[in-house]
């Protein structure tokens, strides 16, 4: 290969290099990054493709062109790691500024565990035994009297086991 095809391999990547810090300055979201990423600097961006290229290259070219397609990729990976950095970061102070929480407020009561089903029925008898107390006397009272028994004895076989 002869110097001209070698030297506008490296103009190419002068131009992709100026056109990628372009992108990169006008980059106005983390996604805006990921994409000039993408376009740039992936298996299929444009810097590798320009690197497929060495291999037709002579040695000597080779090493040229490479040390400066290298210094090129790591000049952009650490432009875009910048502009990440500054992009992360102001969406995570306004994230924490929309999401501030007062530590002043109380805090909501949650009680914890629930009562036993047996309780619930027991419970529930015992209101039917005291409000219907006047109405019909003999039939609820043993009703429920009947029924608390068979709870109670319900609840000692589970406890027991």
């Known amino acids: 290969m002869d110097g001209k095809e070698d030297l506008s391999m490296k103009e190419q990547l002068e131009n992709i290099y100026n056109s990628a810090k372009n992108d990169i300055e006008k980059a106005m979201t983390i996604s805006d990054i990921d994409d000039i990423r993408l376009k740039y600097l992936s298996r299929k961006g444009e810097f590798n493709s320009i690197k497929k290229g060495l291999k037709d290259l002579s040695d000597e070219d ?8 290298n210094q ?7 432009m875009l790691k910048d502009k990440y950095e500054i992009f992360y970061q102001k969406e995570l102070n306004e994230k924490l500024q929309k999401d501030r929480i007062d530590i002043t407020l109380s805090g909501k009561y949650v009680p914890q565990g629930k009562v036993h089903r047996y309780s619930k029925i027991l419970d529930f008898l015992l209101y039917l035994r005291n409000c219907h107390q006047k109405l019909k006397p003999n039939i609820i009272t043993l009703t ?4 608390q028994k068979i709870i109670l004895q319900e609840m000692y076989k589970t406890l027991s086991m």
Do not use: N, P, S, Y
């Not at 080779?62 to 397609?69: N, P, Q, S």
């Not at 090129?72 to 650490?78: N, P, R, V």
């Open 62 to 69: 080779k090493r040229i062109i490479g040390a400066f397609a």
């Open 72 to 78: 090129i990729t790591q000049d952009l990976e650490g």
């Open 144 to 147: 429920c009297l009947m029924f």
